[in-house]
């Protein structure tokens, strides 16, 4: 999966000399969080929610006619951040992850040619990516296999649910922080308890002690 498959597209910006005002205005309209600052079409900053926030703050003290016209004088060049952290379209979500954790920042933004396409944040990779793989908000039943991260275990545990005749939604490899253990989960698609301990037991007699886990 590639960036251009999960980002949102339509990236509303701002000019570097909007006011905090307006920019707050503009964010409100169109339901987003962050704006790319963009003068004479080059990407020259960043515009965050808690920034344009945090440039309110100062003005609370004054009278309310004091803190509009503060707020309407503030530019968005004065509070923008100038190293915006971007990323190709083309380039893997697993590769947008890597840099957002290395810069530890929410947002990358998607720029093509120069020009900003499109926005990737924390929620888009949990809702598009996250979720999807390990089958949040899917119904049926999950079985996490612990001790079983090798080629041939995970064949047996498939053929065994396949011989169940239990379908499959989505299966994973996790590895236990408290003794490196690798465990398979797969997450079954039912609900019903006869069939779901149908699977259970076949998985028992390869040998293995799997476990409902709540989804």
Not at 121 to 135: A, E, H, Q, R, S
Not at 136 to 150: A, F, Q, S, W, Y
Not at 191 to 215: C, F, M, T, W, Y
């Amino acid at each position: 999966m590639i960036v251009e498959d999960i980002m949102t597209r339509g990236v509303v910006s701002v000019n570097s000399d909007a006011s905090v005002s307006d920019a707050k205005a503009l964010m409100k309209e169109h339901r987003v969080r962050r704006l790319p600052v963009i003068d004479e079409g080059k990407l020259v900053g960043l515009v965050a929610e808690d920034r344009l926030e945090r440039a309110s703050k100062p003005a609370a003290a004054h009278l309310v006619w004091q803190a509009i016209w503060l707020l309407s004088r503030t530019k968005i060049k004065d509070i923008m951040v100038t190293d915006v952290v971007t990323i190709g379209p083309e380039n893997t979500v697993e590769q947008a992850v890597a840099l957002a954790q290395t810069r530890n920042v929410g947002a990358l933004l998607v720029v093509k040619d120069g020009k900003p396409i499109g926005i990737v944040t924390t929620n888009d990779i949990f809702y598009k990516v996250v979720n999807p793989t390990l089958g949040i908000g899917e119904t049926g039943t999950r079985l996490t296999v612990p001790k079983c991260g090798d080629g041939p275990c995970i064949e047996a545990i498939i053929a065994a649910i396949n011989r169940a005749e239990v379908g499959i939604k989505v299966i994973w490899m996790t590895t236990s922080p408290a003794n490196s253990d690798r465990e398979f989960t797969v997450h079954l698609d039912t609900k019903d308890a006869d069939q779901a301990d149908k699977a259970i037991k076949g998985l028992r007699e390869l040998g293995h002690s799997p476990s409902v886990r709540q989804r």
